[in-house]
């Protein structure tokens, strides 16, 4: 059985996860107004990843015989100026949500919560990932600058993530 203070925590992570889709979902919804289609691909499969991260933690709720507590998903902004601001924005909200793992981590240990802090431990490996992504991205697109033809081949190959 999970500890009150752990079920809580992990409660609110499944509501910052699931913004973090809707957050990614509303980009990808800008991405494909705007007609690159590879970008909003590619925000599409990243809203899918946070879901499946909230799901994650939802099983592992259950399985501790926690109750899940699913509460209001905040509104995610509707417009950018640009692509470089979108991402810019992304991976500075990737770098908070490492922040809300890692003090995920820190409460585990201190409630000497040894399942919880090895089921968490998959997320602090998965946010090196996810910042290293977003920042790439991010990178790119301060090199592409205001020129259309790198933006297009950046759309072609952001449309091939798989
Ligand atoms: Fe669920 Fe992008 O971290």
New binding site residues.
């Given amino acids: 059985m999970i500890g009150k203070k752990m079920l809580d925590a992990l409660n609110e992570q499944i509501n ?2 699931l913004y ?1 889709a809707y957050l ?1 979902q509303a980009m990808a919804a800008h991405f494909a107004t705007g007609n690159l289609k590879g970008f909003a691909h590619w925000m599409d499969l ?1 809203a899918k ?2 879901q499946a ?2 799901r994650k933690m939802y099983e592992f709720l259950l399985d501790r015989g926690g109750r899940v507590t699913l509460k209001a998903i905040a509104a995610p902004p509707a417009e950018w100026k640009s692509p470089l601001q979108i991402f810019e924005e992304s991976y500075a ?2 770098q908070k ?2 922040g809300l ?1 890692h003090k995920l981590v820190d409460l585990a240990r201190a409630e000497n919560d040894h399942a919880a802090e090895v089921f968490l431990a998959w ?1 602090v490996s ?2 090196v990932e ?1 910042e290293a992504n977003a920042s790439e991205i991010v990178e790119k697109l301060k090199m592409v600058k205001d020129h259309t033809q790198g933006l297009l081949m950046m759309d072609a190959n952001l449309g091939q993530r798989a």
Avoid: L, N, P, R
Wanted: hydrophobic content about 30%.
């Fill in positions: 910052a996860e973090s990614y990243q990843e946070e991260h909230a909200h990737e949500v490492t793992i997320f998965e946010q996810e």
